[in-house]
């Protein structure tokens, strides 16, 4: 069963609208970290917020918001009044618990947003 | 500038030869990963190392080898065993963080590598 799902494979909205990007993640651990990361076309990976799964309080980073619903297990990234340039591929990724410095980290497989002027 | 620096960009290998892709880090990071990403697909773990002289397989590592001989390498080869290595191979490295409301680790990628073999 895959562990991380992101059901939307593309995402459209108006410029300065804001937009839910949707992830359900599946775990029997009590602790675990939800990240989301920005993959431009270029290539490279960008970390934009992360949720831990004691952490009551959504977490917030400027314009991004992660929408997290424990007992539906889902952490959904809220990105407000969108820019062009937020035009990428998202995805959403949880760290299973893990001793020692090493952290490994499930990808779900990505959400294509595209930002319309 | 700090950062992790993964050479080349772009790779073209003929089928059946090895190739080592290289990734640098000079973030000081004791933790490094080798992910594969497929066309329109998320990440996957092939190889993962936690300290000097220490790596773990990880949920794809059929036909790649790894090595940790210095903190700030940790080179892959794609073997001829891979049976399709054409993707793109990013690496990361990553270091725990002291956030607003706790610790959390977080991985730095590098640019990533894009492996044809023809």
């Known amino acids: 069963a895959q562990k991380i799902t992101q059901t939307q494979p593309g995402m459209f909205v108006q410029e300065k609208e804001a937009v839910t990007l949707d992830c359900t993640y599946d775990t029997s651990d009590q602790s675990y970290g939800l990240f989301w990361y920005k993959q431009p076309s270029s290539g490279e990976m960008i970390f934009l917020i992360y949720q831990g799964s004691y952490d009551e309080q959504n977490a917030t980073e400027g314009r991004y918001s992660l929408n997290f619903q424990k007992a539906r297990k889902s952490a959904n990234l809220v990105i407000s009044a969108s820019q062009l340039g937020d035009s990428a591929m998202y995805f959403c990724a949880m760290r299973e618990p893990q001793s020692g410095s090493a952290r490994q980290l499930t990808f779900g497989s990505g959400t294509q947003l595209t930002v319309l002027p | ?118």
């Not at chain 2, 066309?39 to 794809?60: A, E, T």
């Open chain 2, 1 to 118: 500038d700090g950062g992790i620096t993964q050479s080349p960009k772009y790779l073209f290998r003929k089928e059946g030869q090895n190739v080592t892709l290289s990734c640098e880090q000079n973030l000081n990071h004791d933790a490094m990963y080798w992910y594969r990403q497929d066309p329109g697909q998320g990440l996957r773990l092939i190889y993962y190392s936690q300290i000097v002289n220490d790596f773990q397989k990880g949920d794809i590592a059929e036909g790649y080898s790894v090595s940790r001989e210095k903190k700030e390498s940790f080179p892959l080869t794609v073997t001829s065993a891979q049976k399709n290595p054409t993707a793109f191979y990013l690496c990361a490295s990553s270091i725990d963080r002291a956030g607003t409301r706790g610790l959390y680790n977080e991985q730095f990628f590098g640019p990533g590598t894009r492996l044809t073999v023809l």
